[in-house]
């Protein structure tokens, strides 16, 4: 641990699980290669990075790059004590045909999680997610297979907690209030950014039900960065259109958007933790640094150019339902 970093970082309470998270948490998901390529050596420093500077909290799945991203923190972590962080991976997409890419049931949820648990190097993960739930064929199999499942691996020791994930918040909470199954998470992402905050109104929500809120993607999954978004991001022409405008002016002020769009998502109240994508020590140095200055003067100013010029305008106009599983 570098002990100054440490005390900078902020913690708090992941709803009722008990979890004492970092508000800045690592998304692992970089290391599938879906954005850039990523070798072996950038993704096992940039975890050793932010574990060192207080990071406590890693987010994958078996679905980033078909177990590629396991393979790599198990790397990452070897020689690293289990308890000075939280591991969330998560059961229910997988590979990239599209055929093979969703299996909720029982049997696979059961082997998939085998062979991510081989993979990472570990007897247990902290948190065990549904991922993507909304891409099931019906919410049946989620409530009568796949959460009963994930429980029985609860209950063997395997795993401590229950989430849930997934693009449309409303699909999150049905099959929350539905649930038999105790779920203690849950996961938006891409929805309280620059172009896109509509997750604030399910804070209170989550809050009354002491459901710890997981926000991801702060960039916007490389929407709200300098190169661009990835081919495959399901943002409409307009959204996209209005991240490279605001990219081409803060290029011409001479100011990061992703310190402002980082700025931005965390300081919003009420957001236990925001996942942020990381596959770089450089990265995790801005995002740390990010996390710790205010913006200045300037970029306040760009801030509220950006936003009240591009961003605002195409604010209902963000993907909506679905993403597109390509
Ligand atoms: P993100 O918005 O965090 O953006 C990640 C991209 O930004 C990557 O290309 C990364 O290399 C780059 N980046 C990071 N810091 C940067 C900086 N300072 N400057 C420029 N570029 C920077 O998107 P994400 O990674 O998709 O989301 C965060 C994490 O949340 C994922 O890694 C994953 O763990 C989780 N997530 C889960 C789900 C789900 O469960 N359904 C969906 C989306 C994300």
Redesign the pocket.
């Known amino acids: 641990h570098d002990d100054e970093a440490v005390r900078k970082m902020k913690y708090s309470n992941l709803g009722n699980t008990g979890m004492q998270v970092s508000v800045l948490?690592f998304?692992?998901?970089?290391f599938s290669g879906g954005?850039?390529p990523v070798s072996e050596e950038d993704a096992i420093s940039s975890v050793r990075k932010a574990l060192t500077n207080g990071i406590n909290y890693i987010?994958?799945?078996p679905w980033?790059g078909d177990g590629k991203s396991e393979e790599m923190l198990g790397k990452a972590l070897k020689d690293i004590p289990r308890e000075s962080y939280y591991m969330a991976t998560?059961v229910g997409r997988y590979k990239p045909e599209v055929d093979k890419m969703f299996d909720f049931s029982a049997a696979k949820v059961l082997s998939g999680f085998e062979e991510s648990l081989q993979k990472l190097g570990l007897s247990y993960v902290d948190l065990i997610?549904v991922?993507?739930l909304e891409f099931a064929p019906n919410p049946e199999i989620i409530l009568n297979e796949t959460l009963p499942a994930v429980q029985t691996l609860v209950d063997a020791g395997k795993a401590k907690y229950i989430g849930i994930?997934?693009?449309p918040v409303d699909e999150l909470k049905n099959i929350y209030e539905r649930s038999t199954v105790k779920i203690d998470t849950i996961?938006?992402?891409?929805r309280l950014?620059l172009s896109d905050s509509s997750l604030l109104g399910h804070v209170d929500f989550m809050k009354k039900n002491g459901v710890g809120l997981i926000n991801?993607?702060?960039?916007?999954?490389?929407?709200?960065?300098?190169?661009g978004p990835p081919k495959w991001h399901p943002a409409s022409e307009e959204v996209r259109e209005a991240a490279a405008k605001a990219s081409l002016y803060c290029q011409k002020e001479g100011v990061?958007l992703?310190?402002i769009a980082?700025n931005f998502t965390l300081s919003q109240k009420d957001i236990p933790i925001t996942?942020?994508?990381?596959?770089?020590v450089s990265?995790v140095d801005?995002?740390l640094a990010?996390l710790e200055q205010d913006l200045t003067e300037k970029e306040r100013e760009v801030k509220e150019f950006i936003l009240t010029n591009y961003f605002d305008p195409v604010k209902e106009k963000s993907w909506e339902g679905r993403e597109v599983a390509k």
């Open positions: 948490g998304g692992a998901s970089p954005y850039h987010d994958t799945a980033y998560k997610q991922h993507d994930t997934g693009y996961l938006s992402y891409s950014t991801a993607s702060p960039l916007s999954m490389g929407l709200l960065t300098h190169y990061d992703p310190k980082l996942l942020m994508g990381m596959s770089s990265e801005r995002n990010a």
